[in-house]
C-alpha cells in the first residue's frame, strides 16, 4: 500500500475533531481524488500524511513508513518521498523558474551536473524548458502552477500531492494540469489530488474519497 489509514483521528488543541476514525488504503500507482466541503478535513487529511500534523489516534503508513510514529530526524526522509503542489504556487519571486525547481535538490545536496539534468527534465515535462531564465513574476498563473509541478517531481517522488491545484485557474487550464497528473501516474507515481472541483473530477473516471464534517462519506477503494 501506498496510503494507509487505520483508524487514524485527529484532534486539535482547541478541541476540533478534524477527522474521526478514518479507514483508508490506497494501492501504490494509483490516482484519486480527495473531496468534500470547505472544512471537512481535507487540508489536516494531507498535513498527516505529510507529517505537518500528528494523529490524536491510528496508525498512518506512507509508502512502508509509519508516520504515526516516526521521529522528528526522519520527516526530511519522509517528505522526500513525496511531492506536494500547492494552489498559489508558493514559487520565491526572486529566483528564477530554473533556480525555484533547483531548491529541492539543491537541499538535498545533488550534484551540479545532476541537479540541471534533472530541472531540465522536469521542466521540459511541464512544457517549460524554454523558460527557464524567466522570473515567475512574468508567467501567467497555469504557468507558474506548472513550476510548481515541477518542482514537486523533480527528484522523482513516489508519491504526489496536490491541494487545489486548479483553485485558481479556468477549465481549459485545469484539464491541462490534471493531463500533466495523469501522465505522471501513467508512468506509476501515486496520485492524490484534493479537489472541491466537482465538474472536472466528474468528467475523469479516477477514484474519489470524500470527507464531510471529518469522516469519509465515500471511498472507493472500499
Known amino acids: 500500500m501506498m496510503l494507509q489509514f487505520d483508524h487514524i483521528s485527529k484532534r486539535y488543541p482547541q478541541g476540533h475533531d478534524a477527522l474521526r476514525d478514518i479507514n ?22 494531507l498535513k498527516l500524511i505529510t507529517a505537518i500534523e500528528r494523529s490524536s489516534r ?4 506512507v509508502n512502508g513508513m509509519n ?11 519522509l517528505r522526500r518521498q513525496i511531492g506536494i503542489i500547492f494552489q498559489d504556487h508558493q514559487l520565491l519571486n526572486d529566483r528564477t523558474v530554473f533556480d525555484n525547481v533547483a531548491l529541492p535538490l539543491i537541499i538535498a545536496g545533488y550534484r551540479h551536473r545532476e541537479v540541471s539534468r534533472r530541472v531540465r ?3 521540459d515535462k511541464v512544457g517549460l524548458l524554454h523558460k527557464e531564465k524567466a522570473m515567475p513574476i512574468t508567467l501567467s498563473g497555469g504557468e507558474q502552477q506548472r513550476v510548481g509541478i ?3 517531481v523533480v527528484n522523482k517522488p513516489p508519491l504526489l500531492l496536490a491541494d487545489e491545484p486548479t483553485g485558481n485557474l479556468d477549465p481549459e487550464l485545469s484539464r491541462e ?28 473516471s479516477y477514484p474519489q474519497i470524500a470527507l464531510k464534517d471529518g469522516q469519509l462519506a465515500r471511498n472507493d477503494f472500499a
Do not use: E
Open 121 to 123: 527534465a522536469a521542466l
Open 67 to 77: 508516520v504515526s510514529k516516526i521521529n522528528s530526524f526522519r520527516i526530511p526522509y
Open 177 to 204: 494540469i490534471m493531463q500533466l497528473f495523469q501522465d505522471f501516474n501513467d508512468v506509476g507515481v501515486t496520485v492524490l489530488v484534493a479537489t472541491h472541483d466537482i465538474h472536472l473530477i466528474n468528467t475523469l
Open 150 to 152: 515541477a518542482r514537486a
Open 24 to 45: 483508508f488504503h490506497m494501492p501504490k500507482g494509483s490516482m484519486a481524488f480527495l473531496t468534500g466541503h470547505s472544512g471537512a478535513g481535507k487540508s489536516t487529511f
Open 58 to 61: 491510528g496508525q498512518l503508513i
